[in-house]
């Protein structure tokens, strides 16, 4: 797409690297912003150059932050002897959002990928052995995807937690709720019979 | 969704304005950022504050433009005596990129829709009934959707002609290529009957 300003291809080409943007959605990104008023595109602007600049990483558990430790970190109303292991900090928004949880995470910043070239040393484990290994930890729980990678990582950090005591549980994989019988594929179907439970129990949820 | 940074949710919430971006895509967007480096988002925020404030449309046809009359309508190898006349600045993109077209274009800047409360006053129709009576002009192409308020728009338009002398025409409604006959809807197919061509001109395309 050839344009007929220098300034609008700028905008356009930079526009367009972000993640499943292409050349005609960044147009229509950028078209809108001339539609708005000029503080509009400020006021974008701003709140990128800041968030960019500014943005922290919680020392303790990687989760993105105002400040050195993150407000879940912080908190004396969450369970610390509890760490939730997630891939990414979007993980950590999604389980914010069922209000389930109620004890701290760790970010690891992805999961182990030889395809991707991702190793164990280019994600935050080491640090949360440490975390582990300073006490007070009682319980690990693994919130990896249902893939591949996700269980090799899983298994990855819980030979590496060696002797160490802390006990350690995977979220449970089965039928999502909403779903019908006949789609769900052969593993999932198999797992969720082998991890039945008690009818009583799912009464309660 | 509730996130644990202000800086990321202001940043968040200014993205999602853009059209079809709801809040998951933006947070997407700018994790992404947040993962390239520092200059990266400065480029991009540059560009769109250079392009909202800097960017002028062009007092001939309203086209978009680096300078106060823009490339097109200063071309001297285009056919000044024909003027396309089109809804948007992605409509001139549109038309540029099938280089079948030599003349000079007039963008009004959306079409006559009393539902959106668009009036003929809302648009650059004034200017081109002005351009028109200026002479010089021969032809007046209408490229507009073919909608109710597309065909409105041709409507009013050529009736704000009155008796100038310039030729009107609209652009050929039919079966697009590479579509099946049986999907056509019937006004399509019915117009495709109406207007057909010789077949031999029909040989040149």
Redesign the interface.
Known sequence: ????????Q??V???S?????GKR?A????????RQS?T????????????????KFCKKCH????AEI???CNSNKRDQTVICVVED??D??AI??TSSFNGLYHVLGGKISPMDGVGPNNLHIESLINRVKQGNVEELIFALSATMEGDTTNFYIYKQLGDLPVKTSTIARGIAVGNELEYADEVTLSRSIQNRIPFESSLKL
Chains 1, 2 share one sequence.
Do not use: W, Y
Request: some cysteine; overall charge negative.
């Open positions: 797409m050839e344009f007929s300003s220098k300034l609008l700028t905008a080409d930079e526009m690297q972000l993640p499943g943007v959605t147009l229509r990104f950028v078209l809108h912003l001339l000029e509009q595109t400020q006021q974008l602007t701003t709140a990128l150059n800041k968030v960019r600049s500014e943005i989760n993105i932050s105002d993150c407000h879940i900090i979007r950590v928004l914010e959002n």
